[in-house]
């Protein structure tokens, strides 16, 4: 009788999706707030744009961001509730 001995548990770590799978969506969103934000910050301050313009221009993505996490994929129970 042929046994595998493949259980699925062992990821590949020389994957380059590997690292990124122990990560959930909203562990993806909550690191991305602040990159965005960080990255409006930085066009603010090299492109001849407003500071204002390119931090609320992080602030109005984020917002997509968080409608997204928040309203059309919400979080639910895993556990089956109780």
Do not use: E
């Amino acid at each position: 009788m042929a046994v595998s001995r493949s259980s699925g548990r062992g990821r590949n770590r020389l994957s380059p999706y590997g690292f990124l799978a122990t990560f959930s969506r909203y562990d993806l969103l909550l690191a991305a707030i602040p990159l965005v934000l960080a990255v409006g910050l930085f066009a603010g301050i090299v492109v001849p744009v407003p500071l204002h313009f390119s931090i609320g221009s992080g602030a109005l993505v984020c917002s997509f961001f968080l409608a997204d996490a928040l309203y059309f994929n919400p979080p639910t129970d895993a556990s089956g509730g109780s």
